[in-house]
């Protein structure tokens, strides 16, 4: 609702113009969001608060004179006052059903941006790991990078998805000495798991499968 923070901002800036406020205040403290309590409205403010210091008013005035411009926009349906000086906005119907027009034009490209400008970006996820079974966590990182890649690409980034598959190297000379190792207890041996080796027992199967394979 970065239309409703607008017009905030154009309600204070003609305050200023009208002499309420002071000319040239700082606006990058003032906040419009969803209040925590939806009972409270669609939208609150915090600009009484933060700029009651350097206008040197109380928060009560500089809310209710706030409140008077903002019902001026037919966007804004109320401006209540609350607490010591937090204003709490009630959005119009009609702006409602404008994001319902513009969700039902734009289909599945409602809410995508430009904000990213193409910069390039890498999500690295899954990255299985050969040495051990697969568990839940590979499931969950699955799918938070395939969705935290989608929303990059929506906002406007150029994502490239990179599935590591660690197949090589050190990891995987220490996984092949492990199998080895089940294998010949797939013999009768006694196993040698020596520190550093895999001491899982999901590569009996393993050993098994070699043994039955290779003798």
Not at 125 to 150: E, I, K, Y
Not at 162 to 179: F, P
């Amino acid at each position: 609702f970065a239309e409703i923070r607008n017009a905030v901002t154009d309600a204070l800036g003609r305050m200023a113009a009208e002499g309420q406020l002071p000319a040239g205040l700082d606006l990058a403290a003032v906040a419009v969001e969803p209040p925590r309590d939806p009972a409270h409205g669609d939208m609150a403010t915090n600009a009484a608060m933060v700029l009651s210091k350097p206008a040197g008013k109380s928060p009560r005035e500089i809310a209710d004179a706030l409140a008077v411009k903002l019902l001026e926009d037919p966007r804004i349906a109320g401006a209540d006052v609350a607490g010591p000086g937090f204003l709490n906005l009630r959005l119009s119907p009609a702006l409602w059903q404008g994001v319902v027009r513009d969700i039902l034009t734009s289909g599945t490209d409602y809410g995508r941006s430009d904000i990213g400008q193409g910069q390039k970006v890498n999500v690295e996820f899954v990255s299985a790991n050969p040495t051990g079974p697969m568990h839940v966590g590979h499931v969950r990182g699955a799918v938070v990078g395939d969705a935290l890649s989608n929303l990059l690409a929506f906002a406007g980034y150029e994502v490239t998805r990179e599935y590591y598959i660690n197949d090589g190297g050190a990891q995987v000379d220490v996984l092949a000495r492990s199998a080895f190792e089940r294998y010949r207890e797939a013999h009768g041996l006694e196993p040698e798991i020596r520190e550093g080796l895999y001491p899982g027992d999901y590569l009996i199967p393993v050993g098994e499968a070699l043994a039955a394979e290779f003798g």
